[in-house]
């Protein structure tokens, strides 16, 4: 997975800009609530140190951009929407965006729905924008939008007002999605939503109290922007047990590329989890760390004893533990 690297000793992620991630962007469409704007920025058309263009080819083909989306408030993507690029012919760049869901989203790889095939990478001024259905896809050079005073920020942020970026472009992803396409289809992972005013109880009273003050304090041209507040029902406890379901799996999947083969699980041993994974506070954010620290426990429980990291993953409520194999 690559990441962002700024400062002036750093380098790109392998030495590739194209790998390098600049900036996210998400927002609703201007002029159609029913749509939203997805964009990612990758490869700067220069490096600071030391100051040189990077490769003219936008995107690299053998890395896999991705946006996930988390529509549930665990901390785990339930939809990706995954773009490949060609190599570059003459100048000439494609690109395929495909989406995924549910188990898929967690991870990575190229299967899902093909949304966009084939389509044109803008190599120069012109915005060659792809439409497929309800989704509208660009991707290729564009101006840098970010500011920075290089200079100034080099020379103990003694600024200069020299915006090192007017000049420089970057490479953009840009999705139009539709609302629609972004809403969990199973209500078993996520509560239906309630829109304020649908039902009177305190929750609502008091969003609505806060509203109120927001509106008295903001502008009304920004207040008009919040055009729907989402209220979220407590997860029930067969949804706990699917989340904890899901990142017991993902751990699994985890520990066997490390050569510990865990296998299923007893019904104690996920609802352990569980237990220590939800909140009515925090919800199931926690629920990630209870799987993994499950599974290495009983991991580690099986080294330390001289035995094979492999098997049933068990709980003993008495001695409150994980293992392996059902010894202790």
Not at 135 to 140: E, K
Not at 178 to 201: F, Q, W
Request: net charge neutral; charged share 25%; hydrophobic share 40%.
């Amino acid at each position: 997975m690559s990441h962002h690297y700024s400062g002036a000793d750093f380098g790109f992620p392998h030495g590739d800009a194209r790998l390098d991630l600049a900036d996210l962007y998400a927002f609703p469409k201007p002029g159609d609530a029913g749509k939203s704007i997805l964009i990612m920025n990758v490869h700067p058309s220069s490096s600071i140190n030391p100051p040189e263009l990077t490769t003219a080819d936008p995107f690299a083909t053998e890395a896999l951009y991705e946006l996930k989306i988390d529509t549930n408030g665990d901390a785990v993507a339930d939809i990706a929407y995954r773009v490949r690029f060609s190599p570059s012919k003459g100048g000439v760049q494609t690109a395929t965006l495909r989406r995924v869901e549910g188990a898929q989203a967690v991870g990575t790889g190229d299967g899902g729905q093909a949304i966009v095939e084939g389509a044109p990478v803008s190599m120069g001024r012109e915005a060659r924008v792809t439409q497929a259905g309800d989704y509208r896809f660009f991707a290729g050079w564009r101006s840098d939008p970010f500011f920075f005073d290089v200079r100034g920020a080099l020379n103990n942020l003694q600024c200069t007002g020299d915006d090192f970026f007017a000049d420089k472009d970057v490479c953009s992803i840009v999705l139009e999605v539709p609302n629609s396409a972004l809403e969990p289809k199973e209500v078993g992972l996520m509560r239906s939503p309630l829109l304020i005013g649908s039902k009177t109880n305190v929750r609502e009273t008091l969003v609505r109290r806060v509203l109120q003050e927001v509106q008295n304090q903001m502008r009304p041209e920004i207040f008009d922007r919040f055009d729907r507040v989402l209220v979220f029902n407590r997860l029930s406890y067969e949804v706990q047990i699917e989340v904890g379901r899901l990142h017991l799996l993902r751990e699994i999947e985890t520990q066997k590329h490390r050569g510990y083969r865990v296998g299923e699980w007893d019904a104690e041993a996920l609802k352990a989890i569980v237990r220590s994974g939800y909140s009515e506070k925090q919800g199931a954010r926690r629920m990630r760390n209870a799987a993994r620290e499950a599974v290495q426990e009983a991991i580690r429980d099986a080294l330390l004893s001289g035995k094979e990291a492999s098997g049933r993953l068990r709980y003993d409520g008495q001695m409150k533990a994980f293992f392996l194999n059902g010894q202790s």
